[in-house]
């Protein structure tokens, strides 16, 4: 620490301005540049590949149940890949945001774009994007290996777009579920609050509303994990799942289920950014 | 320039500035001075758009901060050491501020070198020192090379070296014509670095001058002087105008004459003398007593006072 220069040449007039296009970029080299997020995707990634190909293994090894395999059969492991693996999901996107308060960074960053609310945004795409894009790549590199392996038992018809439509709708679940972390971190600003939020929502809250009490029962397909898994099935499936529920509970089609995690997600982004905006930094 | 108009920040029932109005003028470096609390780093705070005032305005060059389609390159603040996320080296941390107003790679490596990070510039700045944060703050506040700078305690946490580098940098930005606005409680600090000071206490504003008029609003000046014959020499003295402290044995310390003529009544009254010296107030000294009352936290147990042993006005003025 013991280089003293002379102070800033005078420098020539560049063009320099904010926009959402450099923020965008700014919050590229952020999400980059922090370890969690080479961690986190790593962890994804594996633990999605992995539990399809091992998932499948394990129903062609259950052995034939009553009949051939059915979508069920075939998609049944991505559904369990996409619950385990958003986790590190979840938790990176939480951290995106809330790391920024714990460490003070927030306040740099406001400084630099001090209308507050295209950082979020900025923030928000970057994620999606990139959360969106890994998704994508993780289900279609474990259903690669699932065909190499077991495409005898477990046929994946890629021409049919209900198989497609919960492929794609598994990703898309996954991305939404930790855009919901990322903007309940912006509203709690707490890594710990939000994280514990959205798997307690995902992972306990389904259980609880397993109570046979009516009010419970009624609200339970409105359950962000339950109404957006919706988008993760064929049609088929979805129907099939309305007969497991008690009689009188509203049945959500895939995208009206899709939709209502959407709603959440709206609903906390709105009140982060109302906080973000009325708040001192 | 900066100004400020009516400026006020409550808190529920407690008001951290009241009201305060000033000026920050270019090419100069102005000092913002205040004891811990007085609402220094609540006004930059304002001043960036971080804090919204309760009440009144504060503009830069014009205009709110908020308001600026190129921030960065209009105000450069360092506002709190370590505003940096933990995790990120310093260089990445750079970047990424950079990029929100496309300000080039050549640009941070040039902030780095300057402020003399290039060492540790690829290291994560969780493991930093509170110097090297700080500097690291100011290399942040000077990427967009802006027209105006807000410095909250800059020199806090540096090595004397980074003192003086800090010192020269203000000067330097201020001679180019720029805006400087530096705040810290250290008053030798603001001594020598600042040419216009706005003193703070409380949330009010209590003196806002060219350092020399402050320090000497704040003083008055005494002649020490020594002689065998205190006491008759006390007694040549009295004057109503003049008031004569003995501090010990053949040691007077008057006020309200000047050396002159205390050496002439001691001549006439054919005294002898060992010591006349005239005394000038310091930054410190006109900071006690322009921040006397008020203070927000103040330690009430009794210090023995010594005689100051600080910057007399002439060291100042240097």
């Known amino acids: 620490m013991s280089t003293v220069t002379a102070p800033a040449p005078a420098r020539p007039a560049t063009k320099t301005s904010l926009s959402f296009a450099h923020l965008l970029r700014s919050e590229w080299i952020k999400f980059w540049t922090v370890r969690s997020a080479a961690w986190s995707l790593s962890i994804f990634f594996v633990v999605t590949v992995a539990l399809i190909a091992l998932m499948s293994l394990a129903v062609v090894s259950s052995g034939p149940n009553d009949g051939p395999p059915g979508p069920d059969d075939v998609l049944a ?205 | 320039m900066i100004e400020a108009q009516g400026l006020t920040k409550r808190y529920g029932a407690k008001t951290a500035v009241d009201g305060i109005s000033f000026t920050v003028q270019p090419g100069k470096v102005t000092g913002f001075l205040g004891p811990n609390g007085a609402g220094k780093s609540t006004t930059m705070r304002m001043i960036m758009g971080l804090d919204k005032p309760s009440a009144g305005s504060v503009t830069v060059n014009g205009a709110p901060y908020a308001s600026f389609r190129s921030p960065l390159t209009e105000v450069g603040a360092l506002l709190e050491a370590k505003a940096v996320h933990t995790g990120r080296s310093a260089r990445n941390h750079l970047r990424a501020l950079a990029a929100t107003h496309a300000i080039s790679d050549k640009r941070v490596d040039e902030v780095i070198e300057m402020t003399g990070l290039t060492a540790v510039a690829k290291r994560r700045v969780g493991g930093f020192s509170l110097g090297m944060g700080q500097r690291l703050g100011i290399a942040s506040a000077l990427l967009g090379d802006p027209r105006t700078l807000i410095l909250d305690e800059p020199v806090n946490g540096l090595d004397p070296e980074g003192v003086l580098w800090v010192r020269n940098l203000v000067k330097y930005l201020a001679s180019e014509g720029r ?140």
């Open chain 2, 179 to 318: 805006t400087v606005f530096l705040s810290s409680h250290l008053m030798t600090e603001m001594a020598l670095t600042a040419d216009h000071l706005i003193v703070i206490g409380r949330g009010h504003i209590i003196a806002d001058g060219p350092v020399d008029e402050i320090i000497a609003r704040g003083t008055k000046s005494t002649v020490r002087v020594r002689s065998p014959h205190a006491d008759q020499l006390a007694a040549a003295l009295v004057r109503p105008e003049v008031t004569v402290t003995t501090k010990e044995a053949g040691l007077l310390e008057v006020f309200g004459a000047t050396a002159e003529q205390i050496g002439d009544a001691a001549a006439a009254a054919r005294l002898t003398l060992h010591e006349l010296t005239p005394i000038s107030g310091s930054l410190e000294e006109a900071y006690m007593t322009l921040t006397a009352d008020e203070v927000e936290y103040r330690s009430d147990s009794p210090i023995p006072t010594t005689e100051p042993a600080t910057l007399t006005k002439t060291e100042v003025a240097r």
């Open chain 1, 77 to 281: 492991p991505y559904t369990v890949a996409a619950q385990l693996g958003q986790v590190a999901l979840v938790v990176l996107a939480a951290l995106a945001i809330t790391g920024e308060y714990t460490t003070g960074m927030i306040r740099s960053s406001l400084t630099a774009a001090p209308r507050r609310t295209p950082v979020i945004w900025a923030k928000f795409i970057v994620l999606a994007v990139v959360f969106f894009v890994v998704a994508i790549v993780a289900n279609a590199l474990g259903a690669l290996l699932q065909q190499l392996f077991f495409s005898d038992d477990l046929p994946l018809d890629l021409g049919d777009p209900q198989i497609l439509r919960a492929l794609f709708g598994t990703a898309l679940y996954t991305t939404t579920i930790a855009l919901l972390s990322f903007a309940l971190g912006a509203l709690v600003r707490h890594s710990a609050a939000a994280i514990a939020t959205v798997l307690g929502a995902l992972l306990v809250l389904p259980l609880l509303f397993q109570i046979p009490w009516k009010p419970l029962q009624e609200m339970q397909p409105f359950l962000p994990g339950i109404a957006g898994s919706n988008i993760t099935q064929t049609d088929a499936q979805v129907e099939a799942g309305w007969e497991t529920f008690p009689p009188g509970v509203a049945h959500l089609t895939a995208w009206e289920g899709y939709a209502v995690l959407a709603a959440y997600l709206v609903v906390v982004l709105v009140a982060a950014l109302v906080r973000l905006k009325k708040s001192d930094a």
